[in-house]
């Protein structure tokens, strides 16, 4: 099912992009060419009011424009397949830094290969859709003001954690704060890690932050991803799509530091329960 969905989002982002970014694009050629063929007999005062009321169209097209690139790149970023998981975090890291003005640190250990195609299509979908999830629901729900992700391989096992110094929730039954019924964003990630026989750990202490870690065996994941492809490709009725433009944003300035590793998840733990005061409580534990 989550094969599925991934194949449908890709379908969708695809036709956002075809098709509603370029009206929206002819629509702002448009209107650049009325304010630029006004005839030249129109009263001052008319054509003042004329060119203010289509720029203020022009504005909110283009704003509608960036809008609509954003929420194409989240259905699914170009650059998973075209640079990799490693340049795909960074990107949304940065991406998350922007848009909520959230401070994120970012640490991801040499041994991952940076390159494209390192890991299974799923591998990375999995790894990346789970750190943008997690960093979501951070920046929405959180009130932190420091979140840090980590990824690592180690003894065959690719481990994500993400962790912040927010509020924190119950983590045995997380409602939504707005509709109040019961979240499905962790039914989902558990779901994702065991399609791939890993493992989601949740531990969450109110006013003190959150870890989200994510533990994929990469043997077997490799194998599930293997008979999982095999499965979609019998299911979806869409082909795969033809090799898509690399994603330059991925290279931007302002990419945050990555760093060696500096262990496993719990120590990361730690020190956000330093920075709030308490050296000795550990969510993880």
């Not at 009325?34 to 022009?58: G, H, K, S, W, Y």
């Not at 640190?105 to 040499?110: K, R």
């Amino acid at each position: 099912m989550l094969l599925l969905i991934e194949e449908e989002r890709r379908r969708v982002a695809r036709e956002l992009h075809d098709e509603a970014g370029q009206a929206l694009t002819a629509s702002i050629f448009r209107i650049d060419l009325c304010v630029n063929t006004l005839p030249p007999d129109t009263e001052e005062q008319v054509r003042e009011r004329i060119v203010a009321e289509l720029q203020a169209i022009r504005t909110m097209l283009f704003d509608c424009s960036r809008q609509l690139h954003r929420l194409t790149l989240n259905l699914r970023p170009p650059m998973l397949e075209d640079l990799g998981l490693v340049a795909t975090v960074q990107w949304f890291v940065r991406q998350c830094t922007n848009q909520y003005r959230l401070p994120i640190e970012l640490t991801i250990d040499p041994g991952i290969p940076p390159s494209a195609g390192a890991y299974s299509p799923i591998i990375e979908t999995t790894v990346f859709r789970i750190v943008q999830e997690s960093l979501t629901n951070v920046a929405r729900h959180a009130q932190a003001t420091l979140a840090q992700v980590q990824l690592t391989r180690a003894s065959g096992e690719l481990s994500v954690v993400v962790v912040d110094n927010g509020r924190g929730f119950a983590v045995e039954q997380p409602r939504n704060k707005t509709t109040g019924r019961i979240s499905t964003g962790l039914i989902g990630m558990r779901e994702r890690a065991r399609l791939l026989g890993g493992t989601l750990e949740v531990s969450s202490i109110e006013g003190r932050g959150t870890m989200v870690r994510l533990r994929i065996p990469l043997h077997s994941a490799e194998h599930s991803a293997d008979w999982a492809h095999s499965a979609a490709a019998a299911l979806t009725p869409y082909p795969s799509p033809p090799g898509t433009r690399s994603g330059t944003a991925a290279r931007g300035e302002g990419s945050p530091p990555v760093h060696e590793a500096p262990g496993a998840g719990h120590k990361v733990q730690r020190r956000f329960a330093a920075r709030n005061g308490d050296r000795d409580t550990d969510p993880s534990s």
